[in-house]
């Protein structure tokens, strides 16, 4: 076993502080994810849903990155990643209010769209503030930190069940709304690092012919 020093930021190599809010970020966005799966029946009885209609709500965020990877990466390319990523906070954040509330399937279907708008960040915009606020040799450990988010909140189930069965399952979309506002508190105080050069490239927005020939130099890159 590695005996990891006893100081976070020893480990690390680097202040914390802007991994930590990102990776907390991440974990907020899993619990609505997470929350919304797990308690879908409820949902699903409470707008008279089939259920293939509320299987098919819980896959509606993963579509919506799909269908905006390119104009959310575009975004943070020629803007303010840190803008972009509070926006993208604020829109899930907005999301969890709005689940709870719609009061028809239509709204609903909205809200959790939005809901997709937001994750996008954690997926494309996230990263890359990462590899420019941490230099290349931290990049394993700020990378392992901020993913870990993931499977660490899939016990938020287990607290999106508890608080649905003691308060009602709009309750546990409306509580998200607490720790998404402190977190988005503490990301607009991180300043945004700008673009690391590396290997001698000039940091300049490239055609997209030119960026994929220099990709495919990348063993890694399908």
Known sequence: MVDLPGSFRHWLGAAPGP???????????????IAFSALSPE???????SDGQILMLNVVPGIVILLTAGLIGWLSDRH???VVSLGAA???????????????????????????????ANEI???SLIADLYAEPQHPRAFLIHRLGNPVAQVSGLVAGWIGGAFGWTWAFYLLVIPTLLLTTALARIPEPGRRQRNGETGKLLPLPQAVRLLSKYRSFP
């Open 90 to 120: 604020a829109g899930w954040g907005l999301a969890s209010i709005g689940t709870g509330l719609a009061p028809t399937l239509a709204v609903l279907i909205v809200v959790r769209i939005l809901s997709g708008l937001g994750r996008s």
């Open 125 to 127: 915009v996230h990263p």
């Open 19 to 33: 991994i930590v809010v990102l990776a907390a970020l991440n974990m907020a966005d899993e619990f609505d994810r």
């Open 80 to 82: 303010n990643r840190i």
């Open 43 to 49: 949902i699903r009885d409470r707008f008279g849903l």
